[in-house]
């Protein structure tokens, strides 16, 4: 299985990822919003700027505050 970190010690499967966007965009913003209306939002930044968005195959949306390109697959 492959994890990938997403910060502060946290870590998703990377098996799970459907998308790793930037959390600037509009369309980021409303997925997130979307997200924490249908309690599906997992904050992952322990209260740091969130910079990616992981959209998640489940439908969950992870926020952390790593950025998108230094999030990478580890093996465990």
Do not use: Q, W
């Amino acid at each position: 299985m492959k994890l990938v970190d997403v910060g502060y010690g946290n870590r998703v499967s990377g098996e799970r990822i459907v998308a790793v966007i930037g959390a600037d965009s509009a369309p980021a913003k409303r997925l997130v919003a979307a997200a924490k209306e249908n309690f599906t939002a997992i904050d992952a930044t322990c209260g740091k700027k969130t910079r990616t968005v992981i959209v998640m195959d489940s439908g969950h949306i992870v926020m952390s505050a790593k950025e998108p390109e230094s999030i990478e697959p580890t093996e465990k």
